[in-house]
């Protein structure tokens, strides 16, 4: 038996385990489910401007190779920045905050918040809210990044779906989650809260880690700018498209191991770029589990992280499920 319940939202307990952040809404959203958009413009703006900008930069990065530009040392600082701020996503923004699968010191938490806030995938409390719908209306009406909800038939539905769950859901603002209704724990979190307000501080201090970084182990001006580049701007792009991949190709390609009445899959080949995030249905059917490979054969480093954290005592209250429990939703058993 889950002890996730099975609760609407629309009765929130941040004090409860998890009530908020997975309980699937019995009837649809309401219009106090969905955050409403200051500047809308101004947002779209930015999205489509971090979401092209890359991939400019990457046409950039591409001559630049063809020049003999790309030293050793400009991967190193990818792969630095890329662990780094990619463990601020799924240790972070995901498993401490989203789902609470295990407790730490708010000095660790001020660290996940700032790092996940450099990887520019927008403020830590929204990020939050969004991602507690998508696990509240899973692949049904309220879902903010469903790739199966309202995009046609054929193959042309099946590219709108996908187009739609991996980017075209961040230009739309009618299905995001209210920042009060699903992440009140949060806003009431003065570390995580502050972390929130200042998201810009931490997006552009991201890029000033990756030319310092470039500058320090390249020892030149020079490096320090393809530092930028490489553990900046071609980081983020990689990042991004890893974590849309979530998103869109788990809710649709790879295995279905556990019965949990949405589309998510685990995708083996993308679990070591997502740091473990890509066993995607084993997490929509333990949400809270701190682990989402199941066993050795199922890479999962940001699990490894969390398990080192709490051999120093830097984490505690690790979320585990027993393969007695696992076995309960498996279509195997
Ligand atoms: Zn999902
Ligand atoms: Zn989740």
Not at 60 to 76: K, N
């Amino acid at each position: 038996m889950s002890t996730h319940s099975i609760q609407r939202p629309a009765a929130p307990r941040p004090d409860s385990d998890d009530a908020q952040v997975q309980s699937p809404a019995a009837d649809g959203p309401t219009p106090e489910d969905v955050q409403p958009v200051a500047y809308e413009n101004l947002d779209r703006f930015l999205t489509g401007l971090i979401t092209v900008g890359p991939i400019v930069a990457l046409g950039f990065a591409g001559w630049q190779l063809w020049d003999g530009l790309l030293h050793g040392y400009d991967v190193l600082v990818f792969a630095i920045m890329y662990l780094l701020t990619g463990l601020g996503i799924t240790v972070g923004f995901h498993r401490l905050f989203t789902h609470r699968s295990f407790k730490t010191y708010p000095a660790v938490r001020f660290v996940f918040a700032v790092l996940g806030s450099a990887a520019v995938e927008g403020p830590v409390i929204s990020w939050v809210a969004d991602h507690r719908k998508h696990h509240a209306f899973s692949d049904r009406e309220g879902d903010p990044h469903s790739p199966h909800v309202d995009h046609g038939t054929g193959l042309r539905g099946i590219l709108r779906g996908l187009a739609h769950a991996h980017v075209g859901w961040l230009f739309i603002h009618t299905a995001r989650g209210h920042r009060e209704r699903y992440a009140p724990d949060l806003i009431a979190d003065p570390v995580v809260s502050f972390v929130d307000k200042t998201f810009f501080v931490w997006a552009i201090g991201g890029l000033a880690a990756a030319f310092g970084l470039g500058y320090l182990i390249g020892g030149t001006l020079t490096a320090g700018l393809t530092g930028l580049l490489w553990g900046g701007a071609v980081r983020m792009l990689v990042l991004h498209h890893v974590t849309y991949s979530i998103n869109s190709l788990c809710h649709f390609f790879g295995r279905h191991t556990y019965d949990t009445g949405d589309h998510s899959r685990n995708l083996a080949w993308l679990a070591p770029f997502s740091l473990g995030e890509a066993w995607h249905n084993n997490h929509h059917a333990f949400p809270t589990s701190a682990f989402h490979g199941f066993g050795l054969r199922q890479l999962d480093i940001s699990a490894l992280v969390i398990r080192g954290m709490e051999r120093l005592g830097l984490a505690w209250d690790v979320v585990r499920v027993a393969p007695e429990r696992r076995a309960t939703k498996s279509f195997a058993a």
